[in-house]
């Protein structure tokens, strides 16, 4: 088996066969190869300084901004430029510094024997998306994380929705509750009856590429829920808008969050695939929401629906969770539209553990049960703050559970930094 590996970046006009092609090949392993297509040239550039090395860089001719400096800016750092033409060079690519010209259709032999000849073969990572998780830099103080996810239809965003509502009204919290919604296919504007998609959650991350926001800044891009306690990170605007997400981008703006904030609620997919099970990067990024709050999280909820398919789906979520490396005591399962009856709730968690098998036995939390409420759509439709019934079982069973996550000592719940104005430590004090 060969060793050869190698990681290459491209970006073509829209339908280029060849883009396809390269992909699929890699994908199915026939091209020893991750490919990460990009959307723009800009992209393009942002990717090549992040520090990550790369061994080609694929470029249709046709893409508007590739000239000079960008091939010189890949070779730079070790990476060959490839530029692919329909069998007609605008340009004399070689003498602009190109490593090779390709012309379409581009053949799967070919690129590999250009790969060969003039870019460098790179070690295959061993893991993938862990470098997203990394100590808290500089010592910060940085507040607890919830995210909330689970399959459509089971209420996951309602859940995040009623745990940052009782979370605000705990005075242990200082008020300094965020709601963010890391989803990709977006809600929480709907639900709290915003009126508006902007700012959120792609100005934070890209406020994060190339700088840092401090607290102020931060809360600026928030919407502030006044009815509900807390500050809302609004969404995508479209599910294609994770292509702009950049995976240090995102790590930088939740760590940003939480240390304005002394709780912050995600509400995520549940889809946590990355490059180890498919074998697509293009999957890890379209995921990175995802993968990188439930691996962070101080508490993951899943929630499920209380009928066959739901515990069925909670089950498995359960288990992809644990996969990507979440452990069981951060896990929590929530049935929404649960049953009333203490025998009928005893009888879905007896399930829920019975389905679950190995993986239902490291679970250390019961599930947290939350009743119909024929309310509850009109409330939505309105943006109203949700009943107490709904909310304050589930936030006392969170605080509950983030209580015990403190180190043993600690008292007076979570501790949020105060602002301190200088000389006023002096004040009221007498010689």
């Keep these: 088996m060969t060793s050869e590996h190698y990681v290459l970046l491209g970006v073509a006009r829209p339908r280029a066969g060849w883009f396809t092609e390269v992909g ?8 020893p190869a991750d490919f990460v297509r990009c959307v723009s040239v800009e992209e393009v550039r ?17 893409v508007p901004g590739l000239e000079r400096d960008l091939i010189d800016e890949a070779r730079q750092i070790g990476c060959a430029t490839i530029v692919i033409t ?13 490593a090779a010209v390709l012309d379409e259709p581009v053949h799967r032999d070919a690129l590999l024997d250009v790969l ?15 470098d997203l998780v990394g100590p808290t830099l500089g010592g910060a103080w940085e507040g607890r994380l919830v995210a909330v996810t689970g399959g459509g239809g089971t209420g996951a965003s309602t859940v995040a929705a009623a745990v940052s509502q009782a979370l605000a009204a705990d005075p242990a919290h200082g008020g300094r509750v965020a709601l ?5 296919d977006a809600s929480q504007a709907l639900l709290h009856d915003t009126g508006d998609v902007v700012p959120g959650l792609q100005e934070l991350v890209e406020a994060h590429r190339t700088g840092e926001l401090d607290p102020e800044q931060v809360r600026a891009l928030t919407w502030h829920c006044a009815e509900h306690g807390y500050d809302l ?4 605007r479209r599910h294609r808008d994770w292509t702009v997400l950049r995976p240090r981008a995102v790590e930088a703006a939740f760590t940003a969050l939480r240390r304005s904030y002394s709780v912050t609620v995600a509400d995520v997919d549940d889809d946590v695939e990355g490059l180890a099970l498919t074998g697509s990067t293009d999957v890890e990024d379209r995921n990175v929401l995802a993968r990188h709050l439930t691996r962070i999280a101080d508490l993951v909820l899943v929630s499920a629906r209380a009928s066959v398919t739901g515990l069925h789906r909670l089950v498995r979520t359960v288990g992809h969770l644990l996969e990507h490396g979440v452990e069981a005591p951060r896990l929590v399962p929530v049935i929404t539209q649960a049953p009333r009856s203490a025998r009928s709730r005893a009888d879905v968690s007896r399930a829920v553990a019975e389905l679950a098998g190995p993986a239902g036995s490291a679970l250390t939390t019961s599930p947290l049960f939350v009743a119909h409420r024929k309310d509850l759509d009109s409330l939505q439709r309105d943006g109203a703050p949700l009943p107490g019934p709904l909310v304050d079982p589930l936030g006392a069973a969170v605080s509950a559970l983030l209580r015990s996550m403190e180190p043993a000592g600690a008292e007076g719940g979570l501790e949020v930094p105060v602002p301190i104005r200088p000389g006023s430590l002096g004040e009221g004090m007498t010689a």
Aim: proline share 3%.
């Design 116 to 130: 060969r000849a003039a870019a460098p073969s790179l070690d295959r990572p061993a893991t993938s998306g862990s």
């Design 46 to 62: 942002a990717r090549l300084t992040t520090g990550r090395a790369w061994s080609a860089l694929l470029l249709d001719q046709s």
């Design 24 to 31: 699929r090949w890699a994908n199915s392993a026939a091209l």
């Design 180 to 184: 963010v919604d890391a989803a990709l």
């Design 233 to 236: 990170v609004l969404g995508l």
């Design 86 to 98: 329909d069998g007609y060079a605008r340009r004399d690519w070689i003498e602009l510094g190109a």
